[in-house]
């Protein structure tokens, strides 16, 4: 089972990382040799915000030793690109033809970086609501995962109006010290359908050379307990609490398993990894790398962690 954990350092803490692959790469980039191990540069989306800020993030990767850019383009549902599924963010609407991931991927290849995608799965929205009514959580709010403790204030709302959003965005604030704001739930086929077709449509469209997936987990046990998923379940969880904590697992690996599928058809070579994994998901091949970050190492302090 997975075990939830937040970033070290928080989500936007400096983007300074060394990681090394779980498995040896037999399908590797140009840009790495077989037997390299992935020394990352994270840049999470408040680095993406202007050409300027990414040649100074591959200038900083190149002069450190680095040979991987991670470059994070989906942070809260949103796109840190042109033309995504999802709506632009707030911090990239007065550069309308500005797009991160092309800009990244352009100045990383030519100095010979590879380029991987940071991909927030199940976290998309932070604990304030979206501005754009475009977003997931306006679309789909029947999707999102309710924790246990607000479950029974919601039976009786509608997942359309206001008040039900509203409720699980009020609780998310409140628990703002541990939680990192709204998640989606992999317990329905549409829920998964719909973050597959957000990776397959950035595989499809950006010459990437991996994908990192970052918060493909539950925020904690109590977490999941919507209409929705329940209805998935199909008996209450209290009185088959193994066959539950089962179901949530199962859940999980049915997502990864879509969004490699859906990597793995546009790009065979791309190195998949994740943040967090189930014991099994690397032995099953699910996952070629799990990455550590380490946030704001001194560079003459630097050392690769084996995972």
Not at 46 to 65: E, H, M
Not at 78 to 94: C, M, Q, T
Not at 119 to 139: C, E, F, K, M, Q
Not at 211 to 240: I, K, S
Request: charged residues 20%; without cysteine.
């Amino acid at each position: 089972m997975l075990t939830p954990r937040r970033w070290l350092g928080g989500a936007s803490a400096a983007a300074l990382a060394l990681a090394t692959l779980a498995t040896t790469l037999t399908t590797s980039t140009p840009r790495l040799q077989a037997a390299d191990a992935v020394r990352g540069l994270w840049l999470d989306r408040t680095r993406l915000t202007s050409p300027q800020s990414i040649d100074d993030a591959v200038a900083s990767a190149v002069k450190d030793g680095f040979n991987t850019l991670i470059v994070q383009v989906r942070g809260r549902g949103d796109s840190y690109f042109l033309n995504g599924l999802e709506p632009r963010p707030v911090a990239l609407l007065s550069q309308p033809a500005f797009d991160p991931l092309a800009d990244a991927i352009a100045k990383g290849h030519a100095r010979g970086l590879a380029v991987h995608a940071w991909i927030n799965v199940n976290l998309v929205a932070g604990t304030d609501v979206p501005t754009s009514r475009a977003h997931i959580v306006y679309r789909h709010p029947e999707w999102l995962m309710v924790p246990r403790l607000i479950a029974s204030d919601l039976e009786s709302l509608d997942p359309d109006g206001p008040a039900y959003l509203g409720r699980i965005t009020r609780y998310a604030r409140s628990q703002a010290a541990e939680l990192e704001g709204v998640y989606l739930s992999p317990a329905t086929d549409g829920a998964v359908a719909y973050t597959t077709g957000v990776v397959r449509d950035i595989v499809q469209r950006y010459a990437i050379d991996g994908v990192h997936f970052d918060y493909l987990r539950y925020p904690g046990d109590d977490f999941d307990y919507g209409r929705e998923t329940l209805r998935a379940f199909g008996q209450n969880p209290a009185r088959a609490p193994e066959r539950w904590r089962q179901f949530r697992n199962e859940r999980l690996t049915a997502l990864l398993t879509s969004l490699r599928s859906a990597v793995k058809a546009a790009r065979p070579a791309a190195v998949i990894s994740a943040t967090v994994s189930q014991e099994t998901w690397l032995a099953q091949g699910l996952l070629d790398a799990v990455l550590r970050r380490i946030p704001e190492p001194s560079p003459d302090i630097i050392k690769a962690a084996s995972f």
